[in-house]
Nanobody, 115 residues
Framework: VQLVESGGGLVQPGGSLRLSCAAS????????MSWYRQAPGKERELVAA????????YYADSVKGRFTISRDNAKNTVSLQMNSLKPEDTAVYYC?????????WGQGTQVTVSS
């Protein structure tokens, strides 16, 4: 299993970023996918999740209405569109999949929201 995130960077408050996660090594269409984030000195937290078909989604209260998770099962990718970004969204963002009893993580991509 390999998960590779991209799309992070520095953005001003109120701006937007789109993160992508390219997945390989498992049957992507069969598994829910999720995005987590970890800010300095804080625990890693679940940001958003999407079911295997894309019909069901979950968002943390802190990002609801601002972030949108989506997936392309033909391309084995999951994305996180982040709008109206706030300084408190600054963190390393990770893509995650649970395959059986194993959780797999990407290497993470840094998102910094600052003026």
């Amino acid at each position: 299993v390999q998960l590779v995130e991209s799309g992070g960077g520095l953005v001003q408050p109120g701006g937007s970023l789109r993160l992508s996660c390219a997945a390989s090594g498992f049957t992507f269409v069969s598994y829910a996918m999720s995005w987590y984030r970890q800010a300095p000195g804080k625990e890693r937290e679940l940001v958003a999740a999407i079911g295997s078909t894309g019909s069901s989604t979950y968002y943390a209260d802190s990002v609801k209405g601002r972030f949108t998770i989506s997936r392309d099962n033909a391309k084995n990718t999951v994305s996180l569109q982040m709008n109206s970004l706030k300084p408190e969204d600054t963190a390393v963002y990770y893509c995650r999949v649970q395959v059986g009893t194993m959780a797999y993580w990407g290497q993470g991509t840094q998102v910094t929201v600052s003026s």
